[in-house]
């Protein structure tokens, strides 16, 4: 009998036992999908924020603003520009870009003397603006030959001049870029609106480069 009470006695005690080992995996369990549950909500809001990004910052709106008060105060010209013909590696030609607000399209147009085609463009301008001419692939060499910044004459032509060297073959791009130099009260730097800008392309061939080894080393 003493047996028996003993044995009774060990499987309430294992099951107490197996009924609190039960409660704690379930509460376990129950703090796991809390802590999920509040990962997820922290980078589902985190993703939130960074897809729907704050006003921008009263600096950028205000530069924003000072660049449109700049346009508006720019007064209009015509300008004119000629765009090489095809090149052969080792030849040279030269761009040449005109401003003139006391001259029409035409006028600008018939006074290009570089070879290519010329085209006319009406932009906006300051009193001190920077033309340049950018080579955008490695077949070109360009030189500057004229001041890139310059001051502007309302009654005079203002030029700017560079030559190219073609140097490798194929479809080569230069881009020209015209900016408005405008100095600010209070600021180092000047700050550079633009008000043109092209993208120009010059097909080059091999043909004169070969011509010209033969030429120098078999004469």
């Known amino acids: 009998m003493s047996d028996k009470k003993s044995f009774i006695v060990v499987i309430t005690a294992l099951a107490a036992a197996g009924l609190i080992l039960a409660a704690a995996f ?23 924020n960074a897809s729907n990004p704050g006003p921008p910052s009263n600096e950028t709106e205000n530069a924003l ?9 720019l007064r209009s010209s015509d300008s004119a520009f000629n765009t090489p013909p095809p090149m052969k590696v080792g030849e040279t030609q030269a761009v040449q870009f005109l401003l003139g607000p006391s001259r029409t ?7 290009i003397k570089e070879k290519g085609r010329v085209e006319t463009e009406k932009v906006q301008f300051s009193d001190y603006m920077q033309a ?53 009260e209070g600021s180092e730097r000047p700050l550079l609106v633009n008000t043109f800008n092209r993208e120009i392309m010059i097909s080059v061939s091999w043909r004169h480069s070969v011509a010209a080894f033969i030429s120098n080393n078999y004469q």
């Open 132 to 184: 340049t001419l950018l080579n955008l692939d490695s077949g070109l060499e360009v030189k500057p030959v004229t001041p890139d910044k310059q001051l502007i004459s309302t009654k005079q032509v203002s030029e700017w001049r560079w030559t190219v060297t073609a140097v490798k073959p194929g479809a080569q791009r230069l881009q020209l870029r015209l900016d408005a130099v405008i100095t600010q």
């Open 26 to 48: 379930f509460v376990w369990m129950a703090r796991g999908v809390n802590v999920a549950t509040n990962t997820n909500a922290r980078v589902t809001t985190s993703n939130s």
């Open 105 to 111: 399209a035409d006028e600008l147009k018939g006074m």
């Open 65 to 73: 603003s000072t660049i449109d008060r700049i346009r508006e105060s």
